[in-house]
């Protein structure tokens, strides 16, 4: 289990996986507001053993489906 957290990978599917840190990091947001986005239903994650990890493929889908062209 700490290998697969540690490496972010899964031994069955090779999907790279996420911290809470890294990927408010990646998105520029709080941790605050990473976690009201999980309390919210708004933002897929995984709980395994007391940490939570957010698989990278759901959070670039997530961001796909929420996409908004800007407005000229």
Do not use: W
Request: include cysteine; charge should be negative.
């Amino acid at each position: 289990m700490e290998l697969i957290i540690n490496n972010k990978l899964s031994i069955l599917s090779e999907h790279r996986y996420l911290t809470d840190a890294e990927l408010a990091k990646c998105l520029k947001i709080s941790r605050r507001t990473l976690q009201e986005y999980r309390n919210n239903g708004i933002i897929p994650f995984y709980h395994v053993g007391g940490k939570i990890l957010y698989r990278e493929a759901d959070i670039e889908e997530f961001l796909e489906i929420n996409r908004q062209e800007a407005i000229e």
